[in-house]
């Protein structure tokens, strides 16, 4: 990917082959916008260009942004290119501008990819380590294999069990698995999807795009759940 690098604001000087992405990957969608401008398809790629300049100019922290060929099932040809931003940590956002007929659409969307609750593998592991302990203690002639097989079986019984106690008390299977975003992680996504979001307006409004009848985007999600900005 051509990444703007965000300390010193450039894109490196050679062109670089545009990536694939599957965005199956990129997580669960969070928030998003989009709006169709009439007359206005030819625009596509000054609007586009404006974008990434005014994306830059900003100075995002950790921000990793360029352009990626997008796909949704690997078998297809169909591939679209969209401006993918990352801030790490599973918060993703894309950026999609194509000439529809005569008119350009405009569309972004946020996803997040939940991270993996270390610290609840790391308790499970030990248990199922100390239940192996246990076993061979019992049956010594079993041995070293005899632990590694009894620890694996318990492990994967923990995961089954903590999964069931997932379901049923957040009802979801991965509830205790993995993270959901923190406050610090929903204040990172709102700020980049409404840099976004203006960056996108400001660009439209650059190429002599009447941005007063765009959709309105009254709220924005930073991923915790019934909470809107």
């Given amino acids: 990917m051509s990444d703007i690098d965000s300390s010193t604001g450039k894109t490196p000087a050679v062109p670089q082959e545009i990536p694939e992405v599957d965005f199956k990957s990129l997580g669960y969608f969070l928030d998003g916008w989009a709006d169709l401008v009439e007359g206005q398809g030819s625009k596509v790629q000054q609007v586009q260009q ?8 900003r100075n995002i922290t950790n921000l990793k942004t360029g352009m990626v060929n997008g796909y949704v099932a690997i078998y297809s040809s169909d591939r679209r290119k969209h401006l993918f931003s990352s801030l790490g ?32 593998l790391i308790i499970l592991a030990l248990l199922a380590g100390l239940f192996g ?69 400001r660009a439209l409004d650059d190429n002599g795009i009447d941005i007063s009848k765009l959709r309105l985007k009254p709220n924005f999600n930073g991923g915790r759940r019934d909470e809107n900005v």
Avoid: C
């Fill in 89 to 120: 940590r599973g918060i993703r956002t894309t950026v999609y501008l194509a000439q529809k007929g005569d008119d350009l659409y405009a569309a972004w969307k946020a996803f997040y990819s939940p991270q993996l609750n270390n610290g609840t």
């Fill in 50 to 57: 404006a974008l990434v300049d005014g994306l830059r100019k």
């Fill in 133 to 201: 302990i246990i076993i061979i203690s019992n049956w010594e002639w079993l041995g070293f294999w005899g632990w590694i097989v009894s620890t694996i079986a318990a492990f994967l019984l923990e995961l089954g069990l903590i999964e069931k106690a997932g379901l049923m008390l957040k009802g979801k299977r991965t509830a205790f698995l993995v993270t959901d975003p923190t406050l610090f992680d929903a204040d990172d996504i709102t700020a980049l999807n409404l840099a976004i979001h203006k960056t996108l307006v």
